[in-house]
C-alpha cells in the first residue's frame, strides 16, 4: 500500500485547509484511516479516525472545527480543517490499516503516509 497525501501548506488563524490521502497498490481493503500530527517537539498525536461505515471519531481539540471523511470507491481519507488556530501548526500524517488475507491467516497491516506540513500563522 502506497500513501499520498497533499493539501498542506499556510493558512491565517481563522482560517481552512483540507488534506488529502489516497491509498493504491494491490490490496483487499482498507479498514480504519485515521490523521495524526506531530506539533513542533512535541509526539504523534492523533486527530481523527473514520471506520469504513463512516464512524468518525475526534480528539477534543480539534471537535466543532475539523472533519473526516473517507470514500471508499477511491480509498481515500480527508481532513477538513476550519476555523485554524496557531496551536494547529504541525506534520500532519495519514495512516490506513489495510486487511490481509494470506495463506498464513488474516492480518491487519499500519501504514503511514509521508506527512504534510501545515502551518497556521497569526
Known amino acids: 500500500v502506497e500513501l499520498a497525501e497533499s493539501g498542506g501548506g499556510l493558512a491565517q488563524a481563522g482560517g481552512s485547509l483540507t488534506l488529502s490521502c489516497a491509498a493504491s497498490g494491490d490490496f483487499i481493503s482498507i479498514e480504519k484511516m485515521k490523521w495524526h500530527r506531530q506539533p513542533p517537539g512535541q509526539q504523534r498525536e492523533l486527530v481523527a479516525s473514520?471506520?469504513?461505515?463512516?464512524?468518525?471519531t475526534y480528539a477534543d481539540s480539534v471537535k466543532g472545527r475539523f472533519t473526516i471523511s473517507r470514500d471508499n470507491a477511491k480509498n481515500a481519507v480527508y481532513l477538513q480543517m476550519n476555523s485554524l488556530k496557531p496551536e494547529d501548526t504541525a506534520v500532519y500524517y495519514c495512516y490506513v490499516q489495510e486487511l490481509a488475507v494470506e495463506r498464513s491467516g488474516t492480518w491487519l497491516w499500519d501504514h503511514w503516509g509521508q506527512g504534510t506540513q501545515v502551518t497556521v500563522g497569526t
Open positions: 473514520i471506520l469504513p461505515n463512516g464512524t468518525a
